[in-house]
């Protein structure tokens, strides 16, 4: 068993927030929300279904010093799989 814990980006974007892993930006990895807490759920949301997706198809999960990332105050998903 591997945990991962990627980092993700929230930002706000207009009228909303805008939310994004960068390590699976290519798998499509974005999302949104009305508030910053509600991008952030959702963005957990997508990674753990990008990561079930992967696995579902024997793709390689990213891995690596610049796909997973250590402790940080940046907002993080962790994904045990």
């Not at 980006?9 to 699976?24: G, H, K, T």
């Not at 509600?38 to 957990?44: D, S, V």
Request: some cysteine; hydrophobic content about 40%; overall charge negative.
């Amino acid at each position: 068993m591997k945990t991962y814990i990627f980092r993700v980006i929230i930002e706000p974007d207009d009228d909303r927030w805008a939310a994004y892993c960068p390590a699976l930006l290519r798998q499509g990895a974005s999302t949104w929300g009305n508030t910053r807490e509600e991008a952030l759920k959702n963005i957990e949301e997508v990674v753990k279904m990008v990561i079930q997706s992967l696995r579902e198809h024997g793709e390689p999960i990213p891995e690596g010093p610049e796909d997973a990332v250590r402790l940080s105050s940046e907002p993080q998903v962790a994904v045990t799989i």
